[in-house]
Every structure is written in structure tokens, then in C-alpha cells.
């Protein structure tokens, strides 16, 4: 499953990358985009704001078919208090953004699975592909809104993963 979760990851960094290159944060003196997966960093000394933040929930497998189908849940959560020139009064305005800007690098709701061990990266025989994203309501706390998605991301295990 690790191959598939790298996937999605460098999939949708990729596509934030490319869909607003401004969308950036900075971890341990590098600049990237604006996105990462929680369990590949270390524990985060403040929360972080603007920034998409991958978890990996339940997984469940399929051993019915021809090939095993692997399905693990996702959750990108991410938040924001608005910016600092409208003194955070546009932080509605900054959480609409970052819904669009996610709903834009879910689709198309599949990619190539990779194998990011091997350098450069090696394709793999199959896709992972997901379900459309499910929202959660916005949460306020004090100067931060909030929310979050899930989606399922399935994969067919390759021979050696």
C-alpha cells in the first residue's frame, strides 16, 4: 500500500505545484508545496495554517479478486485565518480558496502508481484511483476556520509490493 500512498501524495503535491504555485510552506529549511503527508514529518511545534495536511486512516482489503484490492482512507485537513493585510477578515474568502484549489487536484480521480524507493521513480503496472471527496462542515475556532475532506484511494497490489 506504501507505493500507493506515495502516489496520491506526489500526485496531488504535483498538482498543487502546478495549480497555484504560491501555495507554499516551508519544513526543516525547504521550501515545497504547500502540502504533506503527516506521518512522513516530524511533530509540528505550532499548527499549521494554510497548508494541506494528509492522513491515513483505515484500510481495508478485497481478497476476492483476481488481484487483491487494497482501499485506504485519507483525510486532508487544512485551515487558515485569512491574511494578515485584511486583518484576517478574509479568512471565509481563504478557506473557499483552498476548497476549490482541493476539489481541483482531486480530479481527475486517479493517477499512475509509482514507485518513489526506486530513483528516478519507477511506473508501476496499475493506477490508484479515489472516490470523490466528502467535505466535513467548516469549524471556527477563534481567528481560524477549518475542515476537512476524505476520500478512499484503492489500489491492486502489484507483484513484490
Do not use: H
Not at 122 to 134: G, R, Y
Amino acid at each position: 500500500m506504501q507505493n500507493a500512498k506515495d502516489s496520491f501524495y506526489m500526485a496531488l503535491r504535483n498538482r498543487l505545484a502546478t495549480l497555484n504555485p504560491e501555495r507554499t510552506v516551508l519544513l526543516r529549511g525547504s521550501v515545497r508545496p504547500g502540502i504533506l503527508v503527516e506521518e512522513a514529518e516530524a511533530p509540528f511545534g505550532q499548527v499549521l495554517v494554510d497548508v494541506f495536511v494528509v492522513r491515513w486512516l483505515g484500510l481495508g482489503v478485497d481478497l476476492n479478486l483476481s488481484s487483491t484490492l487494497t482501499a485506504q482512507e485519507c483525510e486532508i485537513s487544512y485551515q487558515t485565518c485569512g491574511t494578515q493585510s485584511f486583518g484576517g477578515l478574509d479568512r471565509g474568502r481563504s478557506m473557499s480558496k483552498m476548497d476549490d484549489e482541493l476539489m481541483a487536484i482531486l480530479q481527475p480521480f486517479y493517477a499512475s502508481k509509482m514507485n518513489f524507493i526506486a530513483q528516478p521513480p519507477a511506473p508501476l503496472m496499475t493506477q490508484i484511483f479515489w472516490d470523490e471527496p466528502s467535505f466535513t462542515p467548516i469549524v471556527s475556532q477563534r481567528d481560524r476556520l477549518s475542515r476537512s475532506a476524505r476520500v478512499v484511494v484503492y489500489s491492486y497490489q502489484e507483484q513484490g509490493e
